[in-house]
C-alpha cells in the first residue's frame, strides 16, 4: 500500500526506477483528491541579492566577487506586487539573500504597502532572523515564510553552510510558526555525499513538521562556488522526491520550482503531475533577474512579468488543469482563522 510510507518503504521508491510509474500516479491521485486540480500561482520578486552568508553552492553567497549586486528600491517591489494583482496573481512571494542592508524594519514597511495597496497574500524568504523580528513581520500582514532547512544530515547541512547552525534553523522554524506564519521549507536534492537514506529522513520530517508547504528541488552547480564541479541533482530524483512527499504530506502545498524547470525543460509540467499544486512565476523587473544566479542556467531570466505570467497559464492549461482561485492559503488546519 502506498498510502503514507513509511521510512523503508520510501527508501525502496527512491531506489527504484522501474516503480516510478506506480509512484507518480499514486502520487498525483492524492493530490487531486486533497487538493483538487487547481494549481496556485505565486509570483516571486527576488529584490536583493546581497548576502552575508557563504553556503558553498550558492551563486549569491557573500564569497562571490564576480557578480554585480542590487538592492530594489520599496517602489519598484511595490510596482511588481501590483502588477500580479493585475495579472490575476493572488500571492507575491518576496525573496532575497541575508542582506543586513535591508532592514526589517523597512521590510515590514514594505508589506504594510503591499497589504494595504493590493490586499494581496505575502510570502517572505528572507532566511533566519531574530523571533522579535518574525514577529514584526508576522505583524506587519505577511502570511508565510519560507526557510528551507535544505538537509536533515547535520553533518552535510554543516559542511555546505559553514555560516549557519544546524540547530538555528530548525530554531528559525519553530520561531515562524510560534510566530503565526503559515510555514514552508524544504531541501536541496544531489547535494555531493547526499544518500537516498538522508532524502527518506527528510521526507519523514517534512510529515513530522506538518509543514504547510514543501518546497524542493535539484541542487545546480555553480561555476563560481566551491561545489561548481560536482554534478547536478538528476530531474528523476527530484520528481522521487516530490512524488514522496506528497504521499507523506497529502495536504501541504507542493510547488513545481523554477530550479526543476532549469534542469528539464518540461521539469515542472512533471512535478505538477506527480504531486505538485504550485507554481512560482518570476515577477520581478527583467533587469535584475540574470544577477539573482542562485544557480547557472535559470530560466525565465529573459521574459518580462507578462511572458512570464502568461508562460504559466500555457503550462496549466496543457496539462487540463486551472488556475486556482483564492488566496492558496493552507489548508494544514485554522491558523489565522484562514485556511482557504
Ligand atoms: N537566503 C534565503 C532565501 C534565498 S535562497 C535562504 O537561503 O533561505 C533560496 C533557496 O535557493 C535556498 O533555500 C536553496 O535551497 C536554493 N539554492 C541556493 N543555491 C542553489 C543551487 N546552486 N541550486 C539549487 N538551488 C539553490
Ligand atoms: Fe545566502 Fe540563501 Fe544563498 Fe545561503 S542560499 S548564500 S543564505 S542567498
Known sequence: MLLKPGRKKIISYLSSPEKDPELFSAA????????????HVRGIVEFSNFCSKDCLYCGIRAGNRKIK????????????????????IMTVVLQSG?????STSRLCGVVEKIKKETGLAVTLSVGEKRYREYIDLKRAGADRYLLRFETSDKNLFCAVKPSSSYGRRFECISMLRAAGFQVGSGILIGLPGQTIETLADDIMLFREMKLDMIGVGPFIPHPDTPLGNFPPGTIESVLRVVALSRLASPRSHIPATTAMGSID???????????????????????????????????CVNDGPSRCAACVDGIIASLGRERASGFGHSIMGVRDGKNA
Open 28 to 39: 498525483d491521485r492524492v493530490r487531486k483528491k486533497n487538493l483538487g486540480d487547481g494549481i
Open 69 to 88: 549586486r542590487y538592492r530594489m528600491s520599496d517602489g519598484e517591489i511595490l510596482a511588481s506586487a501590483h502588477r500580479a494583482r493585475r495579472a490575476g
Open 98 to 102: 541575508e542582506d543586513p542592508h535591508f
Open 265 to 299: 525543460s518540461e521539469g515542472r509540467q512533471k512535478a505538477l503531475m506527480c504531486g505538485a499544486n504550485v507554481i512560482m512565476p518570476n515577477i520581478g523587473p527583467l533587469r535584475y533577474r540574470k544577477y539573482y544566479s542562485l544557480y547557472p542556467g535559470k530560466i
